[in-house]
Nanobody, 121 residues
Framework: VQLQAYGGGLVRRGGSLRLSCAASGRSFSSYAVGWFRRAPGKEREFVATISGSGGNIYYADFVEGRFTISRDNAKNMVYLQMNDLGPEDTAVYYC???????????????WGQGTQVTVSS
């Protein structure tokens, strides 16, 4: 499956953004989709994942209720609503597809290009 992430931008502390991940290919609903991010000078880290049906969702601890992942299989889309953003959320955000929704990047085999999120203080 091919993925394309978009929706990033520059926001102020406390602001919100909704990232979108558009997928092409068959059987999109059979794939789990995860969001990861890489901040400058840091390792890539897991953000959130959602199963193919949307019934199983898991977030990284640092999300703390601020982000919501969702999907619309009819549109081949996955979203990441991010609220109460802080400078620590500044990163390139990536979406990725895999057979199982896990926290491990190596278990996802299709990746989209990243979208930059910058949060000013």
């Amino acid at each position: 499956v091919q993925l394309q992430a978009y929706g990033g931008g520059l926001v102020r502390r406390g602001g919100s953004l909704r990232l979108s991940c558009a997928a092409s290919g068959r059987s999109f609903s059979s794939y789990a989709v995860g969001w990861f991010r890489r901040a400058p000078g840091k390792e890539r880290e897991f953000v959130a994942t959602i199963s193919g049906s949307g019934g199983n969702i898991y977030y990284a601890d640092f999300v703390e209720g601020r982000f919501t992942i969702s999907r619309d299989n009819a549109k081949n889309m996955v979203y990441l609503q991010m609220n109460d953003l802080g400078p620590e959320d500044t990163a390139v955000y990536y979406c990725a597809a895999g057979s199982a929704g896990t926290v491990h990047a190596w278990e996802y085999y299709d990746w989209g290009q990243g979208t930059q999120v910058t949060v000013s203080s």
